[in-house]
């Protein structure tokens, strides 16, 4: 972990003064210096803070993944062209002409990961300090940015519900912790499902419901918070609240983008509608009616054509 700590520092060293900010400014809000809930809500300070930072890449997130929606029909037209060839010709042209896709829509699949990607580096950073506060307290490691050997001992006899912030569920023998941690493994798990579904269900047109890579996205909707569930047992107490307060801002800020923004030709665009109709019968507003002029139906008829007469030489 030497090696992982040394490639993590910077982010772990910003991570512990974000922490220790937090904490102070609590501190003088009433909540008391040393072990105690402070030391929680500078974790919930930390992800907000960092969420917040994060609100330009979730723009260019939602944009993108607007593109990915717009032009499903299209990929699907050109993975229906290919069907059936793998020779590498083929597979080579179907590559360039979904690039050529991207490129003209403005759009790539890898943007809507940026956020979780770029959020990956802040988890694990969060995790190492958490994971050192007790070898730090102990002075058997030196100190991570304002965490020295006094604040690691408050911060590590800090606790939720009777958990240290520091306890990880398959090393501690205490019930009480355990419990703790089963209640935010289930939290953190079922925050990432309705985040998911949310996104998928709500905001998607009927052409991205459909095709292989529909199939992927509902697919990630149920593998995503097993693995969390599973991988949850190693994480230490101040992780999961992290995690689970994320999943929480992801639902509120995807809750208003869909809401308020939702995807062309999407069941929230729909609703959407429906509701901007409501208000404006309520203020008597009736809206314009576009006149459709249809074509003159068949007669069953042919209808012959008909000559110019020709004119006669005198």
């Known amino acids: 972990m030497a090696v992982f700590d040394t490639i993590l520092q910077p982010i772990m060293w910003v991570v512990a003064w974000v922490m220790y900010g937090a904490h ?23 992800t907000l803070i960092m969420r917040a930072a994060m609100i330009p890449l979730f723009v260019k997130q ?52 940026l956020p979780i990607l770029l959020q990956s580096p802040i988890f694990f950073a969060l995790f190492r300090v958490l994971s050192n506060l007790q070898q730090i307290a102990n002075g058997e490691i030196g100190p991570i940015g304002p965490i020295d050997q006094a604040v690691a001992s408050d911060f590590e006899a800090s606790s939720l519900f009777g ?11 205490d019930t009480a912790a355990r419990i703790v941690v089963i209640v935010l493994i ?31 996205q509902k697919m990630m909707l149920y593998v995503l918070p097993l693995i969390f569930a599973v991988s949850g047992v190693n994480f230490p107490v101040g992780v999961l609240i992290y995690w689970t307060v994320t999943n929480i801002w992801s639902m509120g800020q995807q809750f ?28 008597g507003i009736v809206p314009e009616e576009t006149t459709v002029i249809e074509p003159p139906k068949p007669t069953g008829q042919r209808v012959q054509p008909q000559r110019k007469n020709r004119k006669k030489k005198g």
């Open 62 to 113: 939602i944009k993108a993944s607007r593109g990915m929606q717009i032009i499903q029909p299209e990929l699907q037209a050109v993975q229906k062209k290919y069907k059936g060839k793998s020779d590498p010709a083929s597979r080579e042209a179907m590559t360039r002409e979904t690039m050529e896709l991207y490129k003209k829509h403005g759009t790539n699949p890898f943007a809507s990961c």
């Open 186 to 216: 289930i939290l953190m798990s079922a925050t990432t499902f309705l985040t998911q579904r949310q996104l998928t269900m709500k905001n998607m047109p009927k052409a991205a419901l459909e095709g292989p890579m529909a199939s992927t």
């Open 163 to 173: 958990a240290k912030l520091s306890e990880v569920f398959l090393q501690t023998d």
């Open 256 to 283: 208003y983008t869909i809401k308020r923004m939702p995807a062309p030709g999407s069941e929230a665009e729909r609703t959407l509608k429906e509701r901007q109709a409501r208000k404006a019968a309520a203020k």
């Open 24 to 46: 102070w400014v609590f501190a003088r809000l009433g909540f008391g210096d040393g072990p105690g809930f402070a030391w929680v809500l500078a974790i919930v300070a930390l």
